[in-house]
């Protein structure tokens, strides 16, 4: 299968410690996308990058989260010193073209839980 | 500011019945606008989406949607619900034509009886 890929799954993490998911999209898929869903809501959007370059973060990518797309292949998201507001589904999508209306083909997400 | 709302976090249906799951968005400039459904434990799969063509599309697993203008809406609809389409279902807006990035509502859960 060529879909989207996440790893890993599932991440149980103390407050404070660090963690870092990675992504990898669908091959050739020049946009990637990182998005946060909690409980009951939408997704939000966090970050976006055309090929190796990150061109857009929301304001909810505190200085906390990084996000790197070296070489315009997988992507990577860290956390450094975890908080439990952190705990949420990261989705990770990728889209190809440079339209607006391009479809972004979603991963499975990361479900990440901070104690 | 650009917004999506979907009205009714929770529609139950019964097999057979319609489905209708609203979806509004705020923004002067008519956006792209998606349908994506999650299964859960899965990502988010495209239902449909609309692109300035025709106002009625037609999406997968007999699902559709029309696009109103005049109402900022692009509700979804199926004549006929099955059991496998119980999911949770998000609208999505993309505002812009550089990122193409989404801005979803906060979803609805359709639960389908038997």
């Known amino acids: 299968d060529t879909g989207v890929s996440q790893n890993p799954r599932h991440k149980i993490t103390k407050r404070g410690q660090n963690v870092t998911f990675r992504c990898d999209p669908i091959s050739e898929h020049n946009r990637l996308y990182w998005y946060r869903q909690t409980l009951g809501q939408g997704p939000e959007f966090l970050t976006y990058?055309?090929?190796?370059?990150?061109?857009?973060k929301s304001r909810l990518l505190s200085d906390r989260f990084s996000a790197e797309r070296p070489k315009g292949s997988f992507s990577t998201l860290e956390i450094q010193r975890t908080e439990q507001g952190d705990s949420a589904m990261y989705l990770c999508a990728s889209s190809p073209g440079t339209s607006g209306d391009n479809e972004q083909f979603f991963g499975p997400g990361t479900r990440l839980t901070v104690l | 500011a650009q917004s999506v709302t979907q009205l009714g976090s929770h529609v139950s249906v019964s097999e057979g019945a319609l489905v209708l799951l609203r979806c509004n968005y705020s923004s002067s400039v008519p956006p792209y606008l998606f349908w994506y459904v999650q299964y859960p434990n899965q990502g988010l799969q495209l239902l449909l989406k609309?692109?300035?063509?025709?106002?009625l599309v037609k999406g997968i697993n007999g699902f559709e949607a029309e696009f109103k203008k005049s109402e900022t809406s692009f509700h979804l609809t199926k004549p006929s619900a099955h059991m496998s389409d119980a999911a949770e279902y998000f609208c999505a807006v993309s505002f812009s034509s550089n990122t193409g990035k989404l801005i979803f509502g906060q979803g609805t859960t359709l639960q389908v009886k038997p």
């Open positions: 609309y692109t300035s063509a025709a106002t």
């Open positions: 990058f055309q090929n190796e370059a990150q061109l857009e």
